[in-house]
């Protein structure tokens, strides 16, 4: 009897470790699913300038990002707007079309025009240099579902670029706009409020290309490419907007072949 008293506890004490390794593996298969399912992405916008002495900090988070979003799905495209273009360093990479998009975003926010900006999945906007808030929408925006995706796929000719796409959800008023980004550049500032510097800068939006879908989920959008666009140091990302809401429904990179 002794010994039976003595074996039935360590086989007790065996199918007790057992019971937890087998819960514990149970567990982690159950919430396995749901992590996989998490399919949310982040496209950041960051409205910026070479004449803006608060802007260079928002680019070195922007790059920051970039370098540590690698593999994920998250879209950087920097724009750089043209209004301090009249206050003594003409910025060689502004644009009136990005002022536009700046302005027509307000219409969905409070806070004035400004820069640094940055607005994430056309749905909130933030100070482009605040790491806590922004890094925080990342986190869960990445978190979140979304029911919608963008498949594209150019064919490189010459000067322009053919993208087939396949979008899966809703296109009542929704569009498709293809960003033509260079990846890196570096500039000489010579006067303004960074004069002196040299501003190194990440995902610079060069063209910015919209088609309305019209109901169609599926076709091609030909767009002219800048004379010095190179496979090796430039991208094109895609993504649908609802015109009216801002609402970024997905988005993409676009296979170059």
Known sequence: MKSVKLIV??????????????????????????????DGFAVLELFTSEGCSSCPPAEALLANIQQHAAGKPVYVLAYHVDYWDRLGWKDPF???KFTARQYQYNKQFTREVYTPQLIINGKAEYIGSDATAIE??????????????????GQLSKDSLSVAYNFSGIVSDQQLILAVVQRQATSSVRAGENEGKTLSHVQLVRDLCSMKLKGQSTGT???????????KDWEVIGFVQDKQKGAIAAAAHVGLE
């Open 94 to 96: 502004s644009d009136a």
């Open 9 to 38: 506890p360590g086989i007790w004490l065996t199918l007790v470790f057992i019971a937890a390794m087998l819960i514990n593996k149970t567990s982690a298969q159950t919430q396995q699913p749901a992590f996989l399912k998490n």
């Open 136 to 153: 925080g929408a990342i986190s869960t925006a990445l978190l979140g579902s979304n029911t919608a995706t963008l498949n594209l796929k």
């Open 221 to 231: 959008f030909t767009i002219t490419l800048p004379k010095q666009f190179s496979v």
